[in-house]
């Protein structure tokens, strides 16, 4: 009931294409589900988040899919770059109390030049 | 925007001596702060969940007595590990959540290598 689960586990992408990075839940009370980047030697960075109250959010390349009813999120990197070469979690949490996040496993992007 | 400061960075330490990591929230207030600890090309592991003026509460199999965290102050937590032996050796990171938004702003990471 807790797990994130994840994929592809590794992505190699051209410059300039698209990268699409899944992830399922099964826990219904989650309701906030933010993805992070890491580089290596690096703590993970806040990348885009949504709630379940919409289906989509855009900030620039980066957009998430939400499905609530399939307990599934994906994250889109559009034009990828070769700068966007880095571990992708997802992650899930309830929004009330002290709430942990419970992530994915990760996914190593490498997009190439 | 919300910014953790971690530190030190990177450290090397003798077996059977303790090493002390500072969590540092710089431009806001943290009443709870977690730290975690990650694998090569593993994801984050939760050890434990840090609470200004209270004990810790430890994730099952984390030992408690080896990871000794205090939260003495509402911008300040720091995690020792006591008796560090080469097992130890990880990547340790700490995040705190800015209560005005739901995102937690994680550290930059501590490499603990222990010889």
């Known amino acids: 009931q807790q797990q994130v689960k994840q994929s592809p586990q590794s992505l190699i992408v051209q410059k300039g294409g698209i990268s699409i990075i899944n992830c399922a839940y099964e826990n219904t009370a989650f309701d906030y589900f933010p993805w992070y980047q890491q580089f290596p030697g690096k703590g993970p960075a806040l990348l885009i988040a949504i709630r379940p109250d919409v289906s989509e959010k855009k900030e620039g390349r980066f957009t998430i899919s939400f499905n609530k009813s399939a307990k599934q999120f994906s994250l889109h990197i559009m034009d990828s770059q070769p700068g966007d070469s880095a571990t992708y979690f997802c992650?899930?949490?309830?929004?009330?109390?002290?709430?942990?996040?419970?992530f994915g496993t990760g996914t190593r992007l490498k997009v190439l030049a | 925007g919300a910014v953790v400061s971690q530190h030190p960075s990177w450290v090397i330490c003798k077996s059977g001596t303790s090493v002390k990591i500072e969590c540092r929230s710089l431009d806001f207030q943290a009443t709870t702060m977690f730290w975690y600890r990650q694998f090569p090309k593993q994801s984050l592991m939760l050890m434990a969940t840090?609470?200004?003026?209270?004990?810790?509460?430890?994730e099952q199999g984390v030992e408690k007595d080896k990871f000794l965290i205090n939260h003495a102050s509402l911008t300040l937590s720091t995690l020792t590990v006591t008796s560090a032996h080469p097992e130890d050796s990880s990547f340790y990171i700490c995040s705190a959540q800015d209560r005005t938004n739901y995102g937690y702003t994680f550290g930059s990471g501590t490499r603990l290598t222990v010889v």
């Open positions: 992650a899930a949490s309830t929004t009330s109390g002290t709430y942990k996040y419970i």
């Open positions: 840090s609470n200004e003026g209270s004990k810790a509460t430890y």
